[in-house]
């Protein structure tokens, strides 16, 4: 059950660092990508390797589409197999990493756009294990989800993402999870390990260039920016989580890219790191 949190003042027992914990975007792909040792899942164990060790962290992921904001406010959170067709090793898989009703009740008390719901029961869907495992092997890292409220567009999540960033100076990893190219109904399975069609790759080159130059409201508009843009973004659940990471960016932040390639002909696992 969902409890609406609306007291604003809450605080956990985490203290402001001396530093800014960084931000990320993660295309995740295939649910595979969760127990492959591969150039992608690499690349997010180093990513984990070259910041801070995290207090917690927090995914918005694109599989938690939901009517409202809620976030998961258990003790230890389920590990949600949300897929299928795919081998049983994949549905073995149990990530037992603890969360944080503590954190919980800060990140909602930090957002005043609108009541959050307090959620006992989803858990950690595969956008937010399948990634997380590889950066946090051991499990001992509290983790949260916070759901994309479906009724929205793309510049309220932006938005809203600002509201979190006191998260940051708390050593709060903050990771979007989706996919900046994400239509599987034109999926090419001849381009499988890799390989975009040309409105892929053009697409995803406007977003790389548009998010490299810091310019950040032609991505909230996204259906402005062509028809590849569309063809990329067919329903935007897997675009959404990357306005959570440019919405917490701030003006003096570098932005680097990595796993920049398309596989599959219309998915690209290109992957942003703010700070």
């Known amino acids: 059950m969902d409890n609406l949190f609306n007291f604003k003042k809450y605080t956990s027992n985490l203290q402001e660092k001396d530093y ?52 998961t406010a258990m003790d230890f959170p389920q590990t949600i197999h949300d897929f299928g067709g795919f081998p049983q090793a994949l549905f073995d898989v149990t990530y037992a990493a603890p969360g944080s009703p503590e954190l919980a009740l800060e990140t909602a008390g930090l957002i005043h756009s609108t009541n959050v719901g307090l959620d006992h ?16 092997p051991d499990a001992n890292i509290p983790v949260l989800q916070l759901s994309i409220d479906y009724t929205r567009d793309a510049r309220y999540h932006y938005d809203l993402a600002h509201e979190l960033y006191g998260l940051r100076k708390k050593g709060v990893l903050i990771l979007g999870s989706g996919n900046m190219v ?5 999926m090419s399975w001849e381009m499988i390990h890799g390989g975009g069609y040309d409105w892929a790759l053009q697409a995803n080159d406007t977003f790389k260039r548009l998010i490299l130059a810091n310019e950040h409201q032609p991505l909230t508009t996204y ?40 596989v599959g002909g219309s998915l690209t696992m290109t992957s942003v790191r703010i700070g």
Do not use: C
């Open 121 to 136: 029961d989803w858990g950690l869907d595969h956008g937010a294990w399948t990634v997380v495992r590889h950066m946090y």
């Open 223 to 262: 259906a402005q920016l062509g028809k590849e843009a569309m063809l990329a973004i067919p329903t935007p659940e897997h675009y959404l989580p990357l306005m959570y990471t440019l919405g917490l960016k701030n003006d003096r932040e570098e932005v680097s890219l990595f796993n920049d390639k398309a």
């Open 20 to 71: 800014l914990m960084p931000v990320l975007f993660i295309g995740h792909g295939s649910p595979m990508n969760g127990i492959e040792a591969n150039e992608f899942s690499l690349q997010w164990a180093a990513q984990a390797r070259d910041i801070p060790v995290p207090e917690a962290v927090l995914v918005v992921s694109a599989h938690w589409f939901t009517n409202g904001t809620h976030i």
């Open 182 to 186: 994400h239509n599987l109904r034109m």
